[in-house]
Structures are given as C-alpha cells and as structure tokens.
C-alpha cells in the first residue's frame, strides 16, 4: 500500500496537502540501522525535521530504538528534549558564546569546533561541575567548521592527562561528497579521520551520513548519523534504485481549467508561449508553500511537472506565490474536475526528481515545504 492508497480525505482550507507517511520514516531508519555494522543509529533532524516536524518526528524514531539526535541549533535542541528526557542532543552548529547554562540546563551536547569555542567551555565546565561532556569536530576537508587536525595531538594529549578541562563525548567529522561512488575526496577523508580517531581510541566517534552507511562500511565508527535518506531522499548519486522508502506526499487542488490558443501567452511576463491549442490548469499551490521558482518551464526552458490522472503536465511560466499553472492538454476531462488534486511530490515524481526539475537538490525542496499546507500523518 502506497501513500496514495492511504491518502486524507479531501478538505480545500490549506490549498496544499502535505502527506507524511510514519511507518516509511521508521523503515528507512530499520533499513539504515541494518547498514550500519553494529554502529548505533542516529537520526538528524535539523531544519525541523527536514521540514516535516521535529514534534512529528522524533516520537517516530524514538519508537524505533533511535536515541541519539542532531540539531543546528539551540532552539531545535530544546524542543527534542521536550519529547524525550533520555534521549542524546548534539547541537551541530558549535558553542555559540555564553549559552553555557542551557547546555547544562537541557543536558545538551555541544559540537566544539574551534579553539575559542574549546576555552570558553573548559572555563563553563571548570564552574559547572555538572556540565555535559562535548563532541570535538575536526575538518578533514569540507573547509565550513571544525578544529584543524593539525590541533588533534595537543588536544588528545590535554584529554589524556586530565588537563582538558571537560569530558570528550565524541569525535566527529563531515563528508564533503560521499554520496559520489569511488571518491577520491572520501578516500581521503575516510584516511585522515583514521589517523584523528587513533588519538582518541577511548573515546566513541562517528563520520557516516545517509550515504557514507552505504558506500563506507569502513567508517562506521561507533554512531552514524543519517539524515536525508531517513526522509525519503536517494541515499547515492547514481542511476541504482533508491532503496528508501517514499516518506512524502504533496498534492494540491486544481482550482480552474481553461483553453488558450497557439500563441497565447501564459503567466507573469508571458515567458511561455502555446505551441498547440492547450488545455492549461491553474494548482492552488505556489512559492509561498515552498515551489521553487526556479521551476518554471519558459520557451527555451523545461522546468518541473506535476501528475494529473497519472499524466505527467509540464509547469508553466513563472511560479506565482499562490498559485501554479500546468499544461493539461493531454489529460482525460474526467481527471480536470475542479477540486481533483494533483501530485506534486509522489509516484515517479520523487523529492530527487523534482530537486532536479527545479535546478536544485531534494534537500532544499523537503526544508522548504511550506507552513501553509494542511499536513495529514499516517502510518
């Protein structure tokens, strides 16, 4: 049974209708736990849930034996530990000045990735007996956060004569592209975190995302952290079938149909022009719900498409905030009725596949699911 099998009945309040399918997000996270060679299995949930709900989601993964979580920020950290009192909290973003004391006080782990950033929490925990440990994240190349490797050895050496100041919890690094089979980039990075975590043996470690469970089995260190995959999303770039299942289902009502002529021009600034008589259809969906723009067929672009009666129809002309307009020609009258709804998000069209469409990446089009949709769990 599909989500479309088990869709919500029909209501037109929110215009959009985001399904989200509970029992695939806990199969994805068994299937990575699988992969994972006796790692535990941990659950990003940043950028609220990739867009379905921190509140919607960690329960889910908490009833599955997932209970090590990773948030950007403080405000998503307090939130998870709202739904869970035992569950482990690393905050990704690093140890922003003076916020010491929430740490403490939701029992949160902080993701240390500087020199400053290390003083400041030696002098919180030296006051703060109580004090979480931390986690150290060194940069073996993505260049954005974490401690240079080069500071590994001083830092091992202070962890092992007590002189650090604090407990380490984890040693942690960043992939810059493991989703590319046979990368070279991975290769190395895979080396230089090896070399790192032989100076903290005592200490657990983890380096796999979503895609580094699959195509580095070497690197399954103590804890892996998936993410996107967990949601649904293509775990690798390649042309192999996603072994994830579709967690994701957006769909919004037809609100008008009309014909236009060869020539006519459709949507602001006419960027699309009829090359046939057309039946075009206008979706009560639009940016404002998180379509990018960027999907938009022009004449000399071929942008997104959404299925009608299981017929693919092009988007046409710029996205408006509101409002989207498809080309329906194609489409059997009885599947036109006003208030039948399209698929956006589901069946063929996949989140990768409609990131794709849209000159982007499924990450960003799963952040973006607007606020305004009228959301339906299931499963």
Known sequence: MTIADRAPSISYSNGGRLTIDLKALK???????????????????KANAYGLGI????????SVGCNHFFVA?????????AISDTAEIFVLNGFLPETGPMYQALRLIPVIGSLPEIEEWKNFAANHPNAPPAALHFDTGLNRLGLNPKDAAGLSKAHHDGTLGFSIHLVMSHFVEAEISGSETTKAQCNAFHKLRALFQNVPASLCNSSGIFLC???HYDLVRPGYALYGGHPLWSNTDNPMEPVVRLEAPIIQTRMIDIGERVGYGGHWTAKRKSRIATLSLGYADGLPREAESSDTKLGGSVLIGGVKCAMLGRVSMDLLIVDATDVPSTSLERGSYATIIGDELTIDAVGDSAGTIGYEILVSLGSRYQRHVIG
């Open 27 to 45: 199969n994805n996270w068994r299937l990575l736990a699988s992969k994972a060679g006796g790692a535990a299995t941990g659950a990003v949930v």
């Open 55 to 62: 509140e919607t989601v960690v329960p889910a993964l908490l």
């Open 73 to 81: 920020h403080l405000a998503e950290a307090e939130r998870v530990r």
């Open 217 to 219: 089995p070497d690197s």
